[in-house]
């Protein structure tokens, strides 16, 4: 795998970003909603559960631009149809990912 996300890298994780009916999604999107810390020991056990493998992109997620993300949800929207990866790629949500994504670190390092 290289050090730059692609839908291929999404995929297996597709029921996360369904988990939440789109509806919901873009509720919480809106309101800047920290998502991670609502479901605090959920995220740390599935982050506890990840293999070598998956640390690897999660690191790569953590390191990557918002818009790189976004670009990442917009091909997998084209691909899907699925709504929330057209939730997660829309612009006006990009300070909801950061927050999020600012979260997990925090969770890392704790």
């Known amino acids: 795998m290289s050090d730059k996300l692609s839908y291929e890298d999404v ?5 996360l970003f369904t988990a ?3 509806f919901l999604l873009e ?5 800047k909603t920290n998502f991670v810390s609502k ?3 959920k995220v740390v056990k599935f982050l506890d559960s990840l293999n070598d493998d998956q640390k690897r992109k999660l690191d790569i997620v953590l390191n990557s ?5 976004q ?6 929207y084209e691909k899907t149809n699925i ?6 790629a829309n612009p006006k949500y990009e300070e909801f990912i950061e927050l999020n994504i600012n979260e997990i670190e925090k969770l890392l390092t704790e």
């Open 27 to 31: 509720r919480f999107a809106k309101r």
């Open 11 to 15: 995929k297996p994780y597709e029921q």
């Open 39 to 41: 479901f605090k020991s």
């Open 20 to 22: 939440t009916p789109a």
């Open 71 to 76: 670009a990442v949800m917009a091909d997998a």
């Open 65 to 69: 631009d918002t818009h790189e993300l």
């Open 83 to 88: 709504k929330q990866y057209k939730i997660l």
